[in-house]
C-alpha cells in the first residue's frame, strides 16, 4: 500500500471514528417514571406524567422517557424498578410511598443509576427523595370548606394513615377552623390509593354521616363525582378535576411536578446530582389551589389568596402552635413553628378530627 492509500486509509477511520464518538455523545438519556395508578386523566398518576412530558416537551432529543403504570406496592415494585435499571435507564423515579423500600434496595445493585423516590424519607448514596406540601393546599381548601359548609361538618377520604396524608387531614381542619373554630372533621380510610368504587363509597358514607364538604386523598375523581351526585361540594385532588363535576367543584389541589423533573433530569446530565431530599411547596410553584369556584364568595377568596401570597413568600406556616391533638394532648406550644422533623412524625389527629386512626398510630 503506497502512502496515498495509507493515507485515505487513515483519514476514514479517523472520520469513522469521529461518526462513532458522535453517535454517543448524541445518545439520549434514558429516564424512567414508575406509577402506582393508571395515568388517566386526572390525579396522581396523571399529574405525574404531566411533570415526565414536561421533562420531553424541555430536553427533546437529549432524553428518551419511559413509564411502567398500575404497579402495586411490594415484590412487583421491587421488580419493575429492577427491570427499568436493567434496560439502561440512568434515571429512575418511583412515584408512591410504597415503592421506598424496593427501590432502596435495586439501588444498591445499580451503583451507577440515579433513583428519585417520592413522599419518602430514606436516601442512600444514589437515591434521593423529594416530596410535595399538599397540607399547604388542604389549609386553603379548609378555608373554603367552612365557609361552604351548611352543616358545620366536613368529610375526608383517606387512603393510608402515614404522616403525609395525616398532614394534610389536619391542615384542612386548620383551615377550617381559621375560619369556625367549631368546624367538625369526619374521616373515612379506604387503604389503597386508587379505588373509585372504594373512594365513592366512603364518600357517600361521609355525606350520610353529616358531611357537605368532601376532601380526599386518593386519585381518582370519584369524591368529587359522588359529592355532586348527592347536591354536596368537594375538592379536585392532585390535578384541575374541574370538568368532572362542574357544580360540585369547589377548587382542585395540585401539584406541578414539572419544575423538578426538569431539575433533576439537568441535574444527571450536567453531572451535578447529589442525593438528599427536597421538599417543595407553594413557594416553589409547585403546590397550589386552582380553578376556586365562582359559589365561593369574593371575601373567602381574598383571604385564600391572602394566605396563599404569605405562604408563597415565606411567612405562613400551616402548623404553628398552639396544636392540639383530638385527645387533647399540646404537641406544639403557642407560637413555635413545626419544623420539618415535627412534620415527618405526625402521627395524631388535631382537635376538631373525630374518631381514632386506625392500626394504633
Not at 440515579?114 to 388542604?138: L, P, V, W
Amino acid at each position: 500500500m503506497n502512502k496515498r492509500s495509507l493515507f485515505k486509509a487513515g483519514l476514514a477511520a479517523a472520520v469513522l471514528a469521529a461518526s462513532s464518538l458522535s453517535a454517543f455523545a448524541a445518545e439520549p438519556l434514558k429516564a424512567a417514571w414508575v406509577y402506582v395508578g393508571p395515568v388517566g386523566d386526572a390525579g396522581w398518576t396523571y399529574a405525574h406524567d404531566l411533570g415526565r412530558k414536561a421533562v420531553e416537551k424541555k430536553f427533546g432529543a437529549k432524553v428518551k422517557t419511559t413509564y411502567v403504570e398500575n404497579v402495586p406496592e411490594g415484590a412487583d415494585a421491587e421488580r419493575v424498578i429492577r427491570d427499568l435499571a436493567a434496560q439502561g435507564n440512568k434515571i429512575i423515579f418511583a412515584t408512591s410511598f410504597g415503592f421506598m423500600e424496593p427501590m432502596l434496595r435495586v439501588a444498591q445493585e445499580f451503583p451507577d443509576v440515579k433513583f428519585e423516590h417520592a413522599t419518602g424519607y430514606k436516601t442512600a448514596s444514589n437515591m434521593r427523595i423529594y416530596d410535595a406540601s399538599f397540607y399547604q393546599d388542604t389549609y386553603l381548601a379548609g378555608i373554603i370548606a367552612a365557609k361552604m359548609s351548611k352543616s358545620g361538618t366536613l368529610g375526608f377520604v383517606g387512603s393510608f394513615p402515614i404522616p403525609e396524608v395525616l398532614r394534610n387531614i389536619n391542615g384542612f381542619t386548620l383551615g377550617a377552623q381559621s375560619v369556625n373554630p367549631n368546624i367538625k372533621v369526619k374521616v373515612v380510610w379506604i387503604n389503597t390509593w386508587f379505588d373509585p368504587p372504594k373512594e365513592s363509597e366512603a364518600a357517600q358514607s361521609l355525606i350520610n354521616a353529616g358531611a357537605d364538604v368532601l376532601l380526599q386523598n386518593t386519585d381518582s375523581s370519584a369524591v368529587l363525582q359522588t359529592a355532586e351526585k348527592n347536591g354536596k361540594y368537594a375538592f379536585g385532588w392532585d390535578s384541575d378535576m374541574s370538568a368532572f363535576a362542574k357544580k360540585a367543584h369547589l377548587g382542585s389541589a395540585i401539584a406541578n411536578w414539572g419544575p423538578y423533573y426538569e431539575r433533576a433530569i439537568n441535574d444527571v446530565l450536567n453531572g451535578t446530582w447529589k442525593t438528599g431530599r427536597t421538599i417543595l411547596g407553594v413557594p416553589d410553584g409547585v403546590n397550589d389551589l386552582i380553578k376556586i369556584s365562582p359559589e365561593v364568595p369574593a371575601a373567602t377568596k381574598a383571604q385564600v389568596d391572602k394566605i396563599k401570597a404569605e405562604m408563597k413568600a415565606g411567612k405562613f406556616e400551616v402548623f404553628t402552635g398552639p396544636i392540639v391533638t383530638n385527645e387533647g394532648k399540646e404537641v406544639l406550644a403557642k407560637g413555635k413553628s413545626a419544623d420539618q422533623a415535627w412534620k415527618d412524625s405526625v402521627n395524631f389527629y388535631v382537635k376538631g378530627v373525630e374518631g381514632k386512626i386506625p392500626s394504633g398510630k
